[in-house]
């Protein structure tokens, strides 16, 4: 996997987050890599915004501080730790990723985030 000096920056951010809050790195990272390719100030069609792309109306203020401070750090800790929500819940990495995506997306998802974790092991 080829990555660029931004995207090794935040993958560093996304393993120690992730390490601190309890989260399986690699598969933080590669929800991640999913998400935006690592991309800082990514911006999708349907407005979502970061590193992991969260959009709930729970994140609504969190995303508008985070637009104001320019801080992806908020948004990966808020990424990893809606992970580790999730992982609590359904006590699988792969159930757990199956909530985090849109269900119509659910099996093509999935099969990237596996392999995402795989390719992120190497770097």
Known sequence: MNLNEKQ?????????????????????????????????????KTGAKGVFQMTTIAMKDLLLEMEKKDD???DIACGVLFLRLLFKRHKSIE??????????DRGFY??????????????
Do not use: F, N
């Not at 159930?95 to 119509?104: E, H, I, L, N, V």
């Not at 999935?110 to 770097?123: A, F, G, H, Q």
């Open 95 to 104: 159930a757990a990723t199956a909530k985090y995506c849109d269900p119509k």
């Open 110 to 123: 999935i099969d990237r985030v596996k392999k995402y974790m795989e390719e992120i092991k190497e770097v």
């Open 72 to 74: 992806d750090m908020i």
């Open 8 to 44: 090794y920056e935040t993958l560093r951010k996304i393993r120690k987050a992730a390490k601190c809050i309890g989260v399986d790195p690699d598969w933080a990272a590669a929800v991640a890599m999913t998400e935006s390719a690592l991309g800082l100030h990514q911006l999708s």
